[in-house]
């Protein structure tokens, strides 16, 4: 079971950190990212980690703005956001596999991710 929160309203050029809390398996053997989805448009891949913390993957679109983290003691993934910008208002999942080859190019597709939590709201102001 995956558990998302953090998300609220904030305004442009601010941040937010989103937590995902992980349960019922043992979290250390998986990979987790999060996904998001803006209003009116299709889910679309954002950050993942593997289940060690070794390697993150960015989609472009936040990039240089966003930090995806993991403490396995605790079962909690974390995703740091900053400069935040209207368009990155969306609804923002956090998903899980069980640890696999850890190859960036088939990353963003959302059937890799047979876990997924329930989402959680993030709205930027301009």
């Known amino acids: 079971q995956l558990q998302a929160s953090g998300g609220g309203l904030v305004q442009a050029g601010g941040s937010l950190r989103l937590s995902c809390a992980f349960s019922?398996?043992?979290?250390?053997?998986?990979?987790v990212g999060w996904f998001r989805q803006a209003p009116g448009k299709e889910r679309e891949f954002a950050t993942a980690?593997?289940?060690?913390?070794?390697?993150?993957y960015y989609a472009d679109s936040i990039k240089g703005r966003s930090t995806i983290s993991r403490d396995n003691a605790e079962n909690t993934m974390y995703l740091q956001m900053n400069s935040l910008k209207p368009e990155d208002t969306a609804v923002y999942y956090c998903?899980?596999?069980?640890?696999?080859?850890?190859?960036?190019?088939?990353?963003?597709?959302?059937?890799?991710?047979?876990?997924w939590g329930q989402g959680t709201l993030v709205t930027v102001s301009s």
């Open positions: 998903a899980a596999r069980p640890l696999a080859r850890w190859d960036p190019s088939y990353m963003a597709e959302q059937r890799q991710w047979p876990y």
């Open positions: 019922g398996r043992p979290f250390s053997r998986y990979d």
């Open positions: 980690i593997s289940w060690s913390g070794g390697s993150t």
